[in-house]
């Protein structure tokens, strides 16, 4: 086991609520990269979309000096500055942006600019406009732009004035899928995340967060899936997801990879149609009465699990998952058609 000491960032105050109302754009795991960066000597550029918190190893040194956890370019000599380009591996909204510098504190960039595009190749100088003007950044740090513009976009460019390091560039918005090229007939996972699902709502995320459950592929690990804490009161867990787009779902499946004593023992599926409701009492309250789709059923540790659903008369939009008592699932596909 190593015994190599490292400090772990700090959380932004307003990614709750954040990561309740949208996805990170710039996660890998939904196809974006880290295409090109004028410099980046002292920390490879790609650092700076991993999903997991940054940290900082006091005592950790490379060839090229201090090893930081993000995008470190040199210390400019020349006119200029530096700039990194981010190709969205799904067309999306902007919200908001964190330009997070944990830890950079004699060597974070003093200002950032950020640009966007929105061109299937590689955009040309005339294709990119401003998304966050040239503004001030704080050092060691999150630095958080509430974007107006809500126009779908595929690159980002991000300027640092004039050069230093960003820890983690958080991207949150929302998942642009054009639907008008999906056939009434073409059976697609109505809820996964790359077709625009995300969660609204829950009761417990204390190890993993219920969108996690929409993302691509089988979970590779345990911590990529949604997990409660162990429960210790009467009742069950719960979540609210919200689809792609309107649609009927006919099929369901159930994975809980990795999950093996802490696995949910039975779970249950609702499906409905969500109002005016945003909070998470509201939206608790309105989806307790929706239609099952699925009535409670035993899950199996580490499986996967296949359900055909009984139509609902009209489309729904969102699906209300109840595991008992407590658990983990690491995804939940909704196959169907869309309205």
Known sequence: MSS?????????????????????LAQPRLGTGVTF?????FADKARM???APPVFYPDRFDDHGKWMDG??????????HDHAILRLGQRGAVAAIDVETSFFTGNFPPEAMIEAADTEAEPGEADWRVLVPRTALAGNGHNLFTVESGAPIRWLKLHILPDGGVARLRVFGTIAKDWSGVSPDETVDLGAMENGGTAVAWNDAHYGHPANMLAPGRAPVMADGWETAR??????DWCVLKLGTAGT????????????GNYPDRFALRGGRLGGETTTEAIDAASRGWPLLIGETRLEAHAIAEFDVERLAEPITHVRLDIFPDGGVSRLRLFGKKA
Do not use: M, Q, Y
């Not at 960066?37 to 000597?41: E, M, P, Q, R």
């Open 249 to 260: 779902v006919e099929r369901v499946l159930v994975d809980t990879n990795h999950f093996k």
């Open 71 to 80: 995008w470190e370019s040199r210390r400019k000599r020349t006119a200029g």
């Open 4 to 24: 190599e000491r490292f400090l772990t960032a700090a959380p932004l105050p307003e990614a709750a609520e954040l990561t309740r109302r949208f996805v990170d």
């Open 231 to 236: 429960r210790r009161v009467p009742g069950n």
């Open 49 to 51: 979309i991993d999903p």
């Open 37 to 41: 960066a004028t410099d980046d000597f």
